[in-house]
């Protein structure tokens, strides 16, 4: 079974940093590249981050450029989310997720590619 488990969250003032980890279980973590989403109250969910197989290639949206940086540990079977100078509008649940089998690097964005979800992790950033 396929199981993604986001943990890290939490509330912290604008300006400040976060980790989010993913630990990763049920599949062959290596072979599959894989991405972060968040989903603000109100808003639908949309494209953070994505790393390939061997971290070779990263992706980003526009909104966290800069600021975000995505790694992955594949003896760990994990991926990391490190939030920095973080803003109010980064308030939302965020979601690892893995592509279907066979899911080649490229259109990161593209939510119907990712067939396995976390449960997510609340990230808050309030004065």
């Known amino acids: 079974e396929v199981r993604l488990v986001e943990s890290g969250g939490g509330l912290v003032e604008p300006g400040g940093s976060l980790r989010l980890s993913c630990a990763a279980s049920?599949?062959?973590?290596?072979?599959?590249?894989m991405g972060w989403f968040r989903q603000a109250p109100g808003k639908e969910r949309e494209f953070v981050a994505a790393i390939s197989r061997a971290a070779s290639y990263t992706d980003y949206a526009d909104s966290v450029k800069g600021r975000f940086t995505i790694s992955r540990d594949n003896a760990k079977k994990t991926v990391y989310l490190q939030m920095n100078s973080l803003k109010p509008e980064d308030t939302a649940v965020y979601y690892c997720?893995?592509?279907?089998?066979?899911?080649?690097?490229?259109?990161?964005?593209?939510?119907?590619?990712?067939?396995?979800w976390g449960q997510g992790t609340q990230v808050t950033v309030s004065s």
């Open positions: 997720a893995r592509p279907a089998p066979g899911s080649p690097w490229g259109s990161n964005d593209y939510q119907a590619r990712y067939d396995s």
């Open positions: 049920g599949f062959t973590f290596s072979n599959y590249n």
